[in-house]
């Protein structure tokens, strides 16, 4: 093995320790030791500027056309990637589409817009973050962050817009969250992990955004990888974990979102029990190759 690909591994190697060591310390009432290493929104200025009277409309069918080619809904309710399929026949579409939204005057589009925008972009470079690594188990084994101790792909500079250099991490915690401070945003980005919401068959559009976040919202929290309940035991994501202050800080303010968007017996069995005990999340690729229930 070379030296450059000997040390490589090594530093990988190290951080997957490190990482097992976090994860073996048992949980502190809801919050877990992990939600005190998940990024916190930490707003990025320079991405405040928008036109409120602007009424251009971005144009996302390419984007939106390759969702509807390659990916798939499974029978258990998850939305799978065709990442094979992708690859071979569709990955060169998607590297022009990316070229495209990157090379937009983002700031000069209405708030709706750019919240589109975003979300699009995030998914978009997940998505070929996969394609250029693929096959692999888990998005966490694209191991390519800086740092020791930084995991995954999502600390990698990976895109330009308007001349600043994004990471998905950029895109996520510096300017969605922040910025519109909507706890819906976990909903519509995709990490290409079974326990993630799914990754839609329409690209998100301005006009149509709030009525794509809520149903983002309903279809996760009524399926099993937002909620489950056995017996009197409440298990949940571990995005509510995660990122707990986006709804609202307290295990009460995230029982009381779940039950907004929870179906009437969810809603029901969440008032009545009135407590949460675990968290679970699958990170399995979403390939439509993966074992499906």
Aim: charged letters at 25%; glycine letters at 6%.
């Amino acid at each position: 093995m070379p030296a450059a690909e000997a040390f490589s591994s090594s530093i990988r190697a190290a951080k997957r320790v490190a990482l097992s060591i976090v994860l073996i310390v048992p949980l502190a009432g809801f919050t877990s030791i992990e939600n005190l290493f998940a990024p916190s929104a930490d707003l990025w200025p320079r991405w405040e500027r928008h036109d409120p009277g602007s009424n251009t409309r971005i144009d996302f069918s390419a984007w939106d056309g390759l969702l509807k080619r390659y990916v798939q809904a499974g029978s258990d309710g998850v939305n799978r990637v065709d990442y094979a399929a992708f690859r071979a026949s569709g990955k060169t579409e998607l590297e022009k589409a990316i070229k495209d939204l990157t090379g937009l005057p983002i700031s000069s589009y209405n708030r709706d817009e750019q919240f589109a925008y975003w979300v699009n972009l995030y998914n978009a470079v997940t998505v070929h973050v996969i394609l250029d690594h693929y096959p692999v188990e888990t998005i966490r084994d694209i191991d390519i962050s800086p740092g020791l101790f930084a995991s995954g792909p999502w600390d990698k500079d990976l895109v330009s817009v308007e001349g600043e250099d994004l990471s998905l991490n950029d895109i996520e915690h510096r300017i969605l969250r922040p910025i519109w401070q909507d706890p819906r945003i976990h909903y519509a980005v995709n990490c290409a992990s079974i326990g993630c919401p799914n990754l839609v068959v329409d690209a998100y559009d301005g006009v149509k955004l709030e009525t794509m976040l809520e149903a983002a919202a309903r279809a996760y929290i009524n399926d099993p990888r937002g909620v489950t309940i056995e017996g009197d035991t409440v298990t949940v994501s571990k995005i509510y974990d995660w990122f707990q202050e986006d709804f609202g800080s307290s295990t009460r303010s995230v029982l009381a979102h779940l039950k907004r968007y929870a179906a009437p017996e969810l809603a029901e069995r969440l008032g009545t029990i009135g407590d949460i005990q675990g968290t679970e999340y699958d990170w399995n690729l979403n390939d439509v190759t993966g074992p499906q229930s």
